[in-house]
């Protein structure tokens, strides 16, 4: 099925650990992005790459880092994980230019304790 | 203040009734979307709207650009339509900016 794959789906992890969440989409989609999701708050951006080999800083980008691998994915790296990172992470991917809707990925519950 | 305001925050309706979502925004927009959330997370886009009106089954989009304004009807509600309904709009750039969401719940 087309569409937007996220990986994990679930993670735990201590203060200070790394993790990398990855992302791929299969509908020839430009631009990508991540989100985060909190209680009360609406969806966030941390990072977007409106086509391969680019990536920008969003509203919320500190403490994270990506990469655009391919056309296909966009993974997303927390180098020292901190509790207020604890979040649902939610990929996306667009045609970009403007052009279309969004397809978002199933989304990745994060918690760092 | 938010760019982007949704009322009400809750609705409770019964099966069977119409359903509005309301969606206000500050800024001159290119085009605004309506996303679904349900209970397990995933979150579906609904519509895309630049002007007029869209209907796809029981869920109708509107937005009047000259009033910053946009709706979502569910007509004949169903407990399946019970979710979080998202508003976002596009603020001239390829990045989308969030409301925090309505959660509707439809009890049978």
């Known amino acids: 099925n087309a569409g937007v794959t996220q990986t994990p789906k679930f993670q735990v992890l201590k203060t200070g650990q790394s993790m990398t969440l990855q992302c791929a989409q299969d509908m020839n989609h430009n631009s990508m992005y991540w989100y985060r999701q909190d209680p009360g708050m609406g969806l966030r951006l941390i990072y977007y790459s409106a086509s391969e080999g680019t990536t920008d800083k969003g509203e919320v980008p500190n403490g994270y880092n990506v990469s655009r691998l391919n056309k296909r994915e966009f993974s997303l790296r927390l180098e020292s994980a901190a509790p207020s990172q604890t979040s649902v992470y939610f990929c996306?991917?667009?045609?970009?230019?403007?052009?279309?809707?969004?397809?978002f990925g199933s989304g990745t519950r994060l918690t760092v304790v | 203040k938010n760019e982007v305001e949704q009322s009400p925050q809750n609705l409770t309706a019964q099966e069977g009734e119409f359903i509005t979502i309301n969606c206000s925004y500050s800024?001159?927009?290119?085009?605004l979307h309506w996303l679904q959330q349900h209970p397990g997370g995933g979150i579906v886009s609904l519509f895309m709207?630049?002007?007029g009106k869209k209907k796809h089954g029981r869920l109708i989009a509107t937005i009047n650009i000259q009033e910053k304004h946009s709706s979502l009807h569910i007509t004949a509600s169903h407990p399946r339509d019970s979710a979080v309904y998202i508003c976002?709009?596009?603020?001239?750039?390829?990045?989308?900016?969030f409301g925090t969401g309505t959660r509707l719940t439809i009890i049978p």
């Open positions: 800024v001159g927009i290119s085009a």
């Open positions: 976002a709009v596009k603020i001239g750039n390829e990045k989308l900016t």
């Open positions: 709207l630049s002007s």
């Open positions: 996306a991917s667009s045609l970009g230019q403007g052009g279309g809707g969004y397809t």
